[in-house]
């Protein structure tokens, strides 16, 4: 145990092996909606954390699982890391588009868990936003916060397109990015690295799509802090279990389209004592939103694949009815 908690010190992640607290788990729904001109996020990762834990914290060096994010929007390890240690962690898919929202779930929260997220700014060299362990919202109850764009200070910001690796100069740029503006060509900043996690002093940028010193389109990329209007909501108490309250959802029924997508149908639930207001809706164990629909539609899979959706009604008390699940196989290539 104590190799295991130096490592964790060793990458920002001050924390015990497991949350603590014995009260009831609760669940949140976060909207995150990006209100810049021109920059996209890359997809988010939210986690219900033991306080000593934390993703981020300014004026302290990068961990590597920051990093990772900060520069290439890579949430692999940090989504391990956090696992590792019991925390509640949601992720989100695809890039979210300036003034698009996306809403993710936290499940099983255990009572005394803050709350974390971040997520990489495109095109940035190793620019981030998200929220330090903050507190999670009281039943019935919402909290809305605004985030600023952090620098992870682990890469020059010479603003000229690159791969995105860690450690490697460059910010990736994919088909969403370029189509903002982004150029080609740039002679790149002199600068070098902060070595620490700071308040992002925002892009300089240029208006040569070909050349001058910048990949970065200075009409377009450039912003005012902050980035993100963040929106968290407790949704649901519990352990996992069910409410007798709230019926499953009728006839769950799939249809798939091609290889990589399909969609799920369903007919409405019941609730005795309030109105359903949403549905959740995961895939493989993972929660991929709540939505006021009675379908999803689902693409970018793999091929020849099955996978098991569930659905599970959530009323206007939180209550969260019995889970329904069905199994759905993409086609061959």
């Known amino acids: 145990m104590k190799n295991f908690h130096i490592s964790l010190v060793a990458t920002g992640l001050l924390a015990s092996s497991a949350l603590a607290g014995t009260a009831v788990a609760s669940d949140y729904e976060i909207t995150v909606t990006n209100i ?42 940090m989504n391990d890391l956090l ?14 588009a300036p003034g698009q929202s996306v809403t993710l779930t936290i499940n099983d929260a255990p009572a005394g868990s803050v709350f974390s997220l971040s997520s990489m700014l495109l095109p940035t060299n190793d620019g981030f936003f998200g929220v330090d362990s903050v507190a999670l919202p009281e039943a019935g109850e919402s909290v809305t916060l605004f985030s600023r764009g952090y620098d992870s200070g682990t890469e020059a910001n010479d603003e000229l397109v690159g791969s995105g690796a860690p450690g490697v100069a460059g ?12 150029g080609t060509g740039g002679d790149g900043i002199n600068t070098s690295a902060e070595g620490y996690v700071h308040v992002h002093r925002g892009v300089l940028g240029d208006l040569n799509p070909t050349g001058g ?62 109105v359903v207001e949403a549905y959740r809706v995961t895939r493989d164990g993972e929660t991929i939103g709540t939505f006021d629909a009675l379908s999803l539609f689902n693409q970018g899979l793999a091929a020849n694949t099955t996978f098991t959706y569930t659905v599970s009604a959530i009323d206007a008390n939180g209550a969260v009815g019995e889970a329904t699940s069905i199994e759905v196989t993409t086609n061959a290539q």
């Open 171 to 182: 910010f990736p740029a994919p088909p969403p990015v370029v189509a903002s503006g982004t």
């Open 83 to 96: 696992t590792s240690i019991g925390a509640s962690v949601a992720n989100g898919e695809g890039l979210v």
């Open 213 to 274: 010193v910048s990949d970065i389109n200075a009409a377009e990329h450039r912003w005012l802090n902050p980035v993100a209007r963040i929106v968290i909501s407790r949704i649901g108490g519990g352990d996992g279990g069910t409410s007798a309250d709230v019926s499953a959802v009728a006839n769950l029924s799939g249809a798939v389209y091609s290889s990589s997508a399909v969609e799920i149908f369903w007919e409405p639930a019941t609730s005795a004592s309030g």
């Open 36 to 77: 810049t001109n021109g920059i996209h996020f890359t997809p988010l990762i939210a986690a219900a954390h033991t306080p000593e834990a934390f993703m981020f914290r300014l004026g302290t060096e990068s961990s590597a699982e920051l990093q990772a994010i900060a520069e290439g929007g890579d949430t692999s390890a």
